[in-house]
């Protein structure tokens, strides 16, 4: 119905994969599961880490880093984006297949800047979203 326009999205909480709204985790790490449904046809992969989701308390670079390693399929990186700088350490992580972020309650209370954090990631990288 939708061939190379669906995005998954995938919660981890501890290194394990969250369901039923954050509930419960099960038994698969969110590589595994990436990698399930990149066989399956995903286009990309929604990757946020629920303990520090609407948190500000900066990202998991490393477990974002590992997923986009892991995969063929660009991820968007979310959870935890609290300022410029957390959009900063984002950005080297283009070249493993990182193409966005996802940021809300930064923007909402204003210790993000949109056109700043626009202007940055235009600035620094020609690919994808950055």
């Given at each position: 119905?939708?061939?190379?326009?669906?995005i998954?999205?995938i919660?981890?909480?501890?290194?394990?994969?969250?369901i039923e709204?954050?509930?419960?985790?099960?038994?698969?790490?969110?590589?595994?599961?990436a990698?399930?449904?990149?066989?399956?046809?995903?286009?990309?992969?929604?990757?946020?880490?629920?303990?520090?989701?609407?948190?500000?308390?900066?990202?998991?670079?490393?477990?974002?880093?590992?997923?986009?390693?892991a995969?063929k399929?660009?991820?968007?990186?979310?959870?935890?984006?609290?300022?410029?700088e957390?959009v900063?350490?984002?950005?080297?992580?283009?070249?493993?297949?990182?193409?966005?972020?996802?940021?809300?309650?930064?923007?909402?209370d204003?210790s993000?800047?949109?056109?700043?954090?626009v202007?940055?990631?235009?600035?620094?990288?020609?690919?994808?979203?950055?």
């Amino acid at each position: 119905m939708f061939p190379g326009q669906i995005i998954i999205g995938i919660d981890a909480k501890k290194g394990r994969v969250a369901i039923e709204g954050w509930t419960e985790e099960i038994d698969m790490g969110p590589v595994d599961m990436a990698r399930r449904f990149e066989d399956s046809g995903a286009c990309a992969i929604v990757y946020t880490d629920i303990q520090r989701d609407g948190m500000r308390s900066g990202l998991n670079l490393d477990a974002t880093a590992s997923l986009a390693k892991a995969v063929k399929i660009p991820v968007i990186a979310s959870g935890g984006i609290s300022d410029i700088e957390d959009v900063q350490s984002l950005l080297p992580l283009e070249k493993l297949g990182v193409i966005g972020m996802i940021t809300g309650r930064a923007l909402y209370d204003g210790s993000l800047n949109l056109a700043e954090a626009v202007k940055l990631c235009r600035s620094s990288l020609n690919t994808g979203i950055f």
